[in-house]
C-alpha cells in the first residue's frame, strides 16, 4: 500500500512538471512599446543627452536672486505668468529700510528748505525793517545835530548862557547819533547783499550729502521688490509668502540645497535644446554651417527636427542631471544649443530630458 502512495505521487509530479514545461514553455507574443523608442535618423548620427530650455541670446535660463535678504510678504506672479521687463515679481519685508529712507528725505528736505531761504535772502520785510532803522538813526542824528548847534551857537554868542559841560554832552550826543547812523547804515548794506557765499555753500554741500543718502537708502530700498529682468515667462516659483530668502537664493528641503527664488525663461513660441557631446565624440562632429540635428522626446513618438543656434566652445565636466550638485569628472562634454518651434498641443517644458542625435561630418 505505501508503494502505491509513492507511485500515485511520483506520477502526479511527473504530470505537474509536464504541464509547468508546457505553460510556461510556450511563445508569448511581444508586447507593443508603450512608444517608440529614440532611433538614430542619420546613417551616422552621435547620441547625445539634451535638456529642454527657453530661448535665451545667450547663457540659460534666467535665475534671479533677491539682492537683500529677508521674509517674504507678497507674490505678485504666478507660475506661468508672461511678465514684461521691469515688472514686480515679489516682495521682501522692507518695513525697517523704509523708515530709514523717509526720514532721510525728510533730513534731505530740511536742508533744501535751509538753503532755499539762504538763496531767497534778502527778506523784502527784513530789508524794510533796516531801512526803517536807518532813516530812524538818521533822524536822531539830524535832533542831535540840531541841539547841539544851538548850544554851540548860543555858547559862541556869550560862553555864559551855556555851560560847558551842557555843550560837551550835546557834543558826544551828536557823535553817538552818527555812529548809529553809520551801524545803521553797515546793517542795512549787510542785509541787502543776502546771505554769505560761504553759508550757502556749505549748506548746499551740506544737502548734497543728505540727498545722496537718501538716493542710496532709496536705491537699496527698491531692490526689496525683485523685478523681472526682461520679458519671459516665469518658469518656477521657489518660494512663498512668509519664507526666508538671501543672496543665496531660497533653501530647498528636498536637496538641501539653494535654489534661484524665481526661474524665467523667454517667450516659448521657440525653445532651445542644450545637449551635450562626449569629448571622444567632438571630432565627429560636422562644421557648424552643416550642423544637423534630431530630437525625440522621451515618452512619446514625437520626433522634432532641431535648428543649430551656437555652440558653447567650452569642455566641461558633465553634471548629472538627476542631481546638479554632483559632477562626474571622468567625463567631459561639449555643450551644444539648438531650438525648435514648439508644436502645437505637445506637452514640452522646459527642464524636460530628450534624446538628440546629431549627424555625423
Not at 90 to 104: C, G, H, K, P, T
Not at 187 to 214: C, V
Amino acid at each position: 500500500m505505501r508503494n502505491r502512495i509513492i507511485f500515485l505521487l511520483a506520477a502526479l509530479g511527473a504530470l505537474i512538471a509536464l504541464a509547468s514545461a508546457y505553460f510556461y514553455g510556450r511563445e508569448q507574443a511581444a508586447q507593443p512599446p508603450v512608444f517608440t523608442p529614440a532611433t538614430n535618423p542619420y546613417a551616422h548620427g552621435i547620441y547625445a543627452n539634451g535638456i529642454v530650455e527657453s530661448v535665451q541670446g545667450s547663457g540659460e535660463n534666467i535665475n534671479i536672486y533677491p539682492d537683500v535678504s529677508g521674509r517674504i510678504t507678497q507674490i505678485m506672479v504666478h507660475e506661468g505668468e508672461h511678465v514684461a521687463a521691469g515688472q514686480p515679481l515679489l516682495v521682501i519685508d522692507n518695513s525697517v529700510q523704509l523708515a530709514l529712507a523717509e526720514q532721510q528725505e525728510h533730513q534731505a528736505e530740511a536742508a533744501l528748505a535751509s538753503l532755499q531761504e539762504l538763496q531767497a535772502q534778502p527778506r523784502r520785510e527784513t530789508l524794510a525793517v533796516a531801512a526803517a532803522q536807518v532813516a530812524q538813526a538818521q533822524a536822531s542824528q539830524k535832533t542831535a545835530s540840531d541841539a547841539f548847534e544851538k548850544q554851540h551857537h548860543s555858547y559862541a554868542i556869550d560862553p555864559r548862557s551855556v555851560s560847558k559841560d551842557t555843550l560837551d554832552n550835546a557834543r558826544d550826543a551828536l557823535e553817538v547819533a552818527s555812529a548809529n547812523l553809520d551801524l545803521a547804515r553797515r546793517q542795512y548794506e549787510l542785509t541787502r547783499s543776502g546771505a554769505w557765499s560761504h553759508d550757502i555753500r556749505h549748506k548746499q554741500m551740506q544737502y548734497n550729502a543728505l540727498e545722496q543718502a537718501y538716493q542710496a537708502s532709496d536705491a537699496l530700498l527698491q531692490k526689496y521688490t525683485v523685478r523681472a529682468s526682461a520679458d519671459g515667462i516665469v518658469l518656477a516659483m521657489n518660494t512663498a509668502p512668509g519664507s526666508y530668502v538671501s543672496a543665496q537664493g531660497a533653501y530647498n528641503a528636498y536637496t538641501q540645497g539653494y535654489d534661484p527664488i524665481v526661474v524665467m525663461g523667454g517667450p516659448q513660441d521657440y525653445l532651445s535644446v542644450r545637449c551635450f557631446i562626449d569629448e571622444i565624440l567632438i571630432a565627429r562632429l560636422p562644421s557648424l554651417a552643416h550642423m544637423k540635428a534630431q530630437m525625440s522626446v522621451r515618452g512619446t513618438s514625437l520626433k522634432i527636427p532641431l535648428e543649430f543656434v551656437r555652440m558653447q566652445p567650452y569642455v566641461t565636466p558633465k553634471i548629472e542631471l538627476s542631481d546638479q550638485r554632483q559632477e562626474r569628472v571622468d567625463l567631459r562634454v561639449l555643450p551644444i544649443i539648438f531650438r525648435f518651434r514648439k508644436p502645437a498641443g505637445a506637452a514640452i517644458y522646459p527642464g524636460q530630458l530628450v534624446d538628440v542625435y546629431v549627424a555625423e561630418k
